[in-house]
T-cell receptor, first 115, second 112 residues
């Protein structure tokens, strides 16, 4: 079956512009995560969606970052007024459920470059 | 607070030999799960192996096995008979409730 997909795979934008990154999770997966991975670093948690519950936004670094998940499926991460420090790979992952040993399935990521 | 520490930024192993990647973590929870993920240069992360904290038996998946020391909060990954395809970044992760906490990764080089 299809895995997690993300688009675009690469995005170059000018400082100050807004960007939208898209994630299509695996069908039936109720949990969806966004992470940021800076060069040579581990994954930084950004936001988590589980079903119809309110998202856990505790990892969002500033109010310029927001995310939505429509219909419990596709998610969009929006970064407003991008800054150079926003340059990173943004990874999306989905999971069958919460709790237990559910693993995350990762997408290929979107590489964002802010010039 | 939950933290995951990988103290080896980079390691090398000869093809067909064995290598162990270290991971320590800190959590005050008693119920949690531990994972090792692999990220090849193509950058898509895939699960290597997982361990439930309540299980004393170390998990094994073919050439991959873990040494889980709960009291010491240590979770190392052993790769036996290393292959060129094992070259990647390896991340240790702790799952507590709905969140995953990742280490900074270890880059594994495999020499032919």
């Amino acid at each position: 079956g299809a895995g997690v997909s993300q688009s675009p795979s690469n995005k170059v934008t000018e400082k100050g512009k807004d960007v939208e990154l898209r994630c299509d999770p695996i069908s039936g997966h109720t949990a969806l995560y966004w992470y940021r991975q800076s060069l040579g670093q581990g994954l930084e948690f950004l936001i988590y969606f589980q079903g119809n519950s309110a998202p856990d936004k505790s990892g969002l670094p500033s109010d310029r970052f927001s995310a939505e998940r429509t219909g419990g499926s596709v998610s969009t991460l929006t970064i407003q007024r991008t800054q150079q420090e926003d340059s990173a790979v943004y990874l999306c992952a989905s999971s069958l459920g919460q709790g237990g040993a559910y693993e995350q399935y990762f997408g290929p990521g979107t590489r964002l470059t802010v010039t | 607070a939950q933290t995951v520490t990988q103290s080896q930024p980079e390691m090398s192993v000869q093809e067909a030999e064995t290598v162990t990647l270290s991971c320590t973590y800190d959590t005050s929870e008693s119920d949690y799960y531990l994972f090792w993920y692999k990220q090849p240069p193509s950058r898509q992360m895939i699960l290597v192996i997982r361990q439930e904290a309540y299980k004393q038996q170390n998990a094994t998946e073919n050439r991959f096995s873990v040494n889980f020391q709960k009291a010491a909060k240590s979770f190392s990954l052993k790769i036996s008979d290393s292959q060129l395809g094992d070259a990647a970044m390896y991340f240790c992760a702790l799952r507590n409730f709905n969140k995953f906490y990742f280490g900074s990764g270890t880059k594994l080089n495999v020499k032919p």
